[in-house]
Each structure stands twice: as structure tokens, then as C-alpha cells.
């Protein structure tokens, strides 16, 4: 034999009595030792237990035990008038050990030999939290949290753990909040807290967003006019926005809804050793930093419409047909902007001009009109003719362009190619005339 | 031109008058780049004449003023099936010289028609001939510098190969007659083209538009009696030119 290294003990096992599922040998003084890890119970189930039936289990029993304490003393079997038979109900022990005891007489009766018992156990959870309060107080000072084989103790905001790990002191300075939203107390509230309070709180979130404090009704912080004239002199909480001035809150009525107009706000909590405050408690929540209205533009369209624009929140523009999109003198394929954190739309809007086709390409042995329209622009119609009567438009194709949206000159068949002048022959422009006959 | 008037400006705007080593030739302007001519007007003692050697004239009437504009040749290109090495066989006498520069067209210059596939000619119709060429004044025949012209009727095929066939009683070497060719003329002679007019224009109007439905390419003599003027016949190659246009 050698010496076994220290292990955890087993999370479940299986019991039984000596040669069962033989009869047991008489005068027998068995004891299982059980245990399971720490913040474990055991919960034991016999699968067989069949011990000589006796009043008060006098001759053979089986004795379950925790701490020296007797939880159950069990003989007979299922259908016996006699006995203490557990049935199916489990034995569940209120620590992490459990000891069972098996002693048997002398004699066994003859007309039914007993087997003895089965038995399976296993390690079952402790809710450490639920367990009733103990004269050195509640397990934990302010809130315990059950976890598998054991549990946890935990403060409220403004506390700290102690080094017991169970009881909490008074620590309320750091805080800092970066969620989009939360829920925030003065220590203990809505009890007073302990006398001479200074308590720092930090909400910050994210750039683009502005905060909106909701403070409830219950609002209570002790305010005494003093002969200065001093606002909140001895408890007070107050609350910082950058570039405002500082706001002093104390008494008895709710501040209500504070729009911030801030992405971090910090607030400060001081009571001195007199007079007392229930404290205060505020939800606050994040809102997204709007942009202006974007505007319009001319012969264009900005998308989406929107009520109001916030926060990451992207325009696009758009320009009718016939119209390009300019910005700072220079033609762009497309834009898009978005509102920033600082609420202002990250580009100007752009322009929409009016697109040209460009000077009609000349026409050889013919030549172009204008017929509408300015300076080659959108919708601007022209119209070709060759140099009649020595050219003639080629297949008499229509003569008449449009500068249309894709900034070709089209004819009205849609072709963007211009007409060609085909050469008149065999036409001259003098007859030889002959009268005489 | 025999038997003819001296043609008013811009009347025959597709005249062409073909300078070649020297020799005078007439052609038609059929498109800006592109003059018809005869083959023979090209081609000397079996060469085909070098670009170099054309000179083309065209847009006025006289020939002193001609000489002011000449235009140069791109390339000389002949009926790949022309073979006349001792001037007996005028088959397939046609030929196209194309020009350097396009032509502007305008009341002087204008290219003239050519005959759409399957043209017949018939009997009698009345065509156009021009060109720079002989003339006679008096008895005596002289070189033109004034385009003429003289309109000619079409002569029946068969009328026209009896007279070549006279011909050839009287002389020992005359050109034979095919369908590629058709003459022009009257019997009675005193009308006719002449040296000079190779390669120049038979055109026929129709409705007022002329087209071109022959090449001046060989007679015996010119304006005798009893002898025709013969002439390419163009419809039958309409082919052949518009496929050397594009391949050039």
C-alpha cells in the first residue's frame, strides 16, 4: 500500500451491506463514513433495504447520521407491519457528511433471511443563500449569490466587500458608469446611509450620445438654509456637465428628467456627520446626439426623410435626371454623409448642375443647329442637316438630337450616333438644255 | 468628242480629266476618293501605271484652268482581268484611281450614279458622252481644251457586232466585241467619242439623275458612218467596284 495524494471527495458512490444481496451475517457494526465536496449536501437513496422488521428497530437497524445527530433509524422492508422502512423518499443531510451505521443481533430469523441494503448517494447543490440567519447574522451582509458548491457575497453600489467576504463597508468613490443605460443609488438608499457620505459617481458613454438622468419621486436630501444663504450647505449631490456650471440638488422634491445635452456627466454625493438623507435614486439612458436638418437641394433629393436625424445616421443625395452631383467645383459619382458625434453632418450638402452633352460632334459636308436649349445642356435639341443638294442625310435618318440624361446626344430612334452626309450624284445643278428640234 | 457642244459649267459636275505619263484620259468622279476610268487609260504596254504618274482634274470645264488643281493619286487599281498587251482585247476595260484627299463636292464637282445590279439597257436609250478629247473643226481633227460632249443612243448589240464584223473585212486587226461591252452612236456617223474621251462617261438620266452606264473604251475610227463607239459596260461590274472601294 502507498499513501493516496489528497483529492476531492467523490461527487456520488454506491453503498451496501455485507454479502448483499446475500442475507447479512448477524452481529455485525458497520459504519460508512459519507462526504461530498464542501457546499455540497448528500442526498441518499436506498435502492433495497431490508433489515429484521423490530420495534424501534431494536435488533438490526441501520442509523443514518450527520454530526452525531441521528437523521433516520431504518429496518424492515417495504411491505412490513413492523420496522421503520424510508420508502422512496431520499435522505437528504444538512452538511456535506453523512454517516451510516449498520448493527445486527445475534440471531436472524429463520422463516425470512434478510438481505440488508443498497443504497446510491450524491452530492447535491447548497443554496448557502437561502439557509436561515444565524446568530452571527446573515450570511452575507447585503447580497449573497448561490453558486454551485458554494456561494458569494456581494455589496450594493457604494459598498465594498470586506476582507471577510461577507459584510460590506461604505465605498462609493470611482464608479464609473459606461453602459447605454443603468440604474444608479446613493448608498443604502432609500435608508440613510452612514453619516459623512462622500460618494462619486462617473457616467460616461460613448461619443454621439447625450445623457437623460430620471431621477424617482422618493427624493430626499437634507436642506437647511444657513444664515449665508448657502444652497445645500451640508448634504447635497451635485451634478457636473462640462462647460456648465455645476448644479446643487438637495431637498425633498425629484429633480425629475435631466437632459444633459452630455455624453458624461459626474455626480457627487456629500453628507456630513449631522442630519440625515434617504438618498436618491435616478435610471438614466442614452439618447443619440441629433443632427440638423439636412436641407435641400436643388434639383436633387436627400434620403432618407426622416423626422429627425441622429447619430450615425446617414443621408444620401440624389439629383433629378439631368443633373449631376457637385461638390467644391467637382463632379462626384454619389454621396452619402453621416451625422457625427458632435452633431454635425461630417460633409456639406452637395449641388446638383445641370449636365451638358458637350459641343455635338461637327458634321462632315453638313452642319449642326441648335434648335432649343442652352449651351449643350440637358434636353437641349439640335438638329443636323448636310449640305444639300451635293449631301443628303444617310437613310434619311432623323436629323433632330436631344441631349438626354446619360449626356449622349440621342436621336429620337435613341441612337447616339451622329448622321452621316452621303454624296448626291448624278444631280448637277445645270441641266444642258437643248430647244432646238 | 465628234459631232458635240462644248458642255456649260457644272452641267457634267462628274468629268474627270486624267492625266496619265502625259496621255490624256477622261474618268468620272463616283465617290470623294474615287474616280471610274478605263483600264486602258491605266495601263500602258502591260504595267499598270504608278500612282505617281496620275494626275486627275476636275470641277471646271477648260483644261488651262484644270491644270491649276491637279489631284494626286493614292493607287491605280485595274479589272484584275484585263488583258489587252496588243490593244486587240478590250474585255473588261475598267479600271479606279483613288485619290489622296477626299473631294468636297459642290456645283462643279459631283460624283455621278452607278447602275444598280441587273440594269438593262435598252435600245435607243440616249446617253451622255463628254470628255476632253478629239474634236473635229472643219475636216481637221484637233485636241480639245474645252469639255464637250454629245449625246448618243444605245446601239443594238447585234447591229454593233455586225458593224465590228464589217470592220474587220476592211482592216486586219479589230478588237472583238463582248458583253461586257455595248456601242453607242448613229449610223449615219458624225457623232461619237474620240481620242482623248477613254475612260470618260456614257451617262443615261433617268427622272433627272444620271448615272453611268458606260465607259468610253474603243471604236474604229470616230463618227464614221457605219461604225459605233464602244463602251464598258458598267452594270456588269457594279460588283467589282464597290468591293475595290471597300477593300481600299
Known amino acids: ?437 | 468628242i465628234i459631232g458635240g457642244k462644248e458642255a456649260p459649267d457644272d452641267t457634267i459636275p462628274w468629268q474627270v480629266l486624267l492625266s496619265v505619263d502625259g496621255q490624256r484620259g477622261g474618268g468620272m468622279v463616283i465617290a470623294d476618293r474615287w474616280i471610274l476610268t478605263a483600264a486602258h487609260v491605266l495601263k500602258h504596254n502591260g504595267n499598270i501605271t504608278s500612282s505617281e504618274a496620275v494626275r486627275a482634274y476636275m470641277g471646271l470645264t477648260n483644261v488651262k484652268a484644270l491644270q491649276l488643281s491637279p489631284l494626286n493619286a493614292a493607287s491605280v487599281h485595274v479589272h484584275p482581268e484585263y488583258n489587252n498587251p496588243n490593244g486587240l482585247n478590250y474585255d473588261h476595260d475598267i479600271g479606279l484611281v483613288k485619290l489622296q484627299e477626299p473631294v468636297t463636292f459642290n456645283s462643279s464637282i459631283m460624283p455621278i450614279c452607278l447602275p444598280g445590279e441587273g440594269t438593262t439597257y435598252t435600245t435607243g436609250m440616249m446617253g451622255l458622252v463628254s470628255g476632253f478629247g478629239l474634236t473635229e473643226e472643219g475636216r481637221r481633227r484637233i485636241l480639245t481644251n474645252k469639255l464637250k460632249y454629245v449625246q448618243l443612243p444605245v446601239v443594238e448589240q447585234e447591229a454593233c457586232s455586225n458593224s465590228v464584223t464589217l470592220a474587220k473585212r476592211t482592216r486586219d486587226y479589230v478588237p472583238n466585241l463582248t458583253n461586257n461591252m455595248f456601242c453607242a452612236g448613229v449610223p449615219e456617223g458624225g457623232k461619237d467619242s474620240c481620242q482623248g474621251d477613254s475612260g470618260g462617261p456614257f451617262t443615261v438620266s433617268d427622272d433627272g439623275q444620271f448615272w453611268a452606264a458606260g465607259i468610253v473604251s474603243w471604236g474604229v475610227d470616230c463618227g464614221q458612218q457605219g461604225t459605233y463607239g464602244v463602251y464598258t459596260r458598267v452594270s456588269n461590274y457594279v460588283d467589282w467596284i464597290n468591293k475595290t472601294m471597300q477593300e481600299n
Open chain 1, 1 to 437: 500500500c502507498w499513501h493516496l495524494p489528497d483529492s476531492e471527495p467523490p461527487m456520488h458512490g454506491h453503498i451496501q451491506s455485507p454479502q448483499y444481496p446475500q442475507p447479512y451475517p448477524p452481529n455485525l457494526q458497520e459504519q460508512w463514513d459519507l462526504s461530498v465536496p464542501e457546499g455540497y449536501h448528500i442526498r441518499l437513496t436506498f435502492t433495497h433495504l431490508d433489515i429484521e422488521a423490530s420495534a424501534g428497530c431494536h435488533y438490526d437497524a441501520l442509523t443514518v447520521l450527520y454530526d452525531g445527530k441521528a437523521l433516520g433509524k431504518f429496518c424492515g422492508h417495504e411491505n412490513s407491519a413492523d420496522g421503520n422502512h424510508p420508502g422512496n423518499q431520499p435522505i437528504l443531510s444538512p452538511g456535506n457528511t453523512l454517516t451510516l451505521l449498520f448493527q445486527t443481533d445475534k440471531s436472524n430469523p429463520e422463516r425470512h433471511q434478510n438481505v440488508g441494503f443498497s443504497a446510491e448517494y450524491q452530492a447535491i447543490d447548497i443554496d448557502e443563500c437561502s439557509a436561515p440567519e444565524t446568530e452571527d447574522g446573515p450570511l452575507c451582509s447585503q447580497i449573497c449569490l448561490n453558486t454551485v458548491g458554494s456561494y458569494l457575497c456581494s455589496c450594493h453600489h457604494g459598498f465594498e466587500l470586506r476582507s471577510d467576504q461577507r459584510t460590506c463597508v461604505l465605498s462609493c468613490t470611482g464608479g464609473i458608469f459606461e453602459e447605454p443605460e443603468g440604474h444608479l443609488s446613493s448608498p443604502g438608499y432609500p435608508n440613510p446611509p452612514p453619516h459623512a457620505v462622500t460618494c462619486q459617481y462617473i457616467i460616461s458613454v460613448e461619443f454621439g450620445f447625450t445623457l437623460s438622468l430620471n431621477f424617482t419621486d422618493n427624493f430626499h436630501i437634507e436642506s437647511l438654509d444657513t444664515a449665508e444663504g448657502l444652497n445645500c450647505p451640508y448634504h447635497w449631490l451635485k451634478i457636473t456637465i462640462p462647460n456648465e456650471k455645476p448644479m446643487k440638488l438637495c431637498g425633498g422634491k425629484s429633480p425629475g428628467l435631466i437632459s444633459t445635452h452630455s455624453n458624461t456627466v459626474t455626480l457627487d454625493y456629500h453628507t456630513d456627520n449631522d442630519g440625515q438623507s434617504s438618498g436618491w435614486s435616478l435610471d438614466y439612458s442614452t439618447h443619440r446626439v441629433k443632427c440638423p436638418f439636412p436641407g435641400k437641394v436643388a434639383k436633387g433629393r436627400v434620403t432618407p426623410v426622416l423626422s429627425e436625424y441622429l447619430y450615425r445616421d446617414h443621408i444620401f443625395v440624389r439629383c433629378d435626371q439631368g443633373y449631376k452631383l457637385m461638390t467644391n467645383g467637382k463632379e462626384i459619382k454619389s454621396f452619402s454623409a453621416v451625422c457625427q458625434s458632435s452633431g454635425q453632418w461630417h460633409l456639406p450638402l452637395p449641388e446638383c448642375h445641370i449636365i451638358d452633352c458637350g459641343k455635338p460632334k461637327p458634321l462632315l459636308n453638313g452642319g449642326v443647329t441648335f434648335l432649343s436649349g442652352f449651351q449643350n445642356q440637358y434636353l437641349s435639341v439640335i438638329q443636323y442637316h448636310c449640305n444639300e443638294p451635293f449631301y443628303s442625310l444617310l437613310g434619311g435618318m432623323t436629323a433632330e438630337f436631344t441631349c438626354e440624361a446619360d449626356r449622349n446626344w440621342r436621336s429620337n430612334n435613341n441612337l447616339v450616333v451622329s448622321p452621316t452626309c452621303i454624296p448626291v450624284c448624278g444631280k448637277p445643278t445645270k441641266q444642258i438644255s437643248a430647244y432646238q428640234r
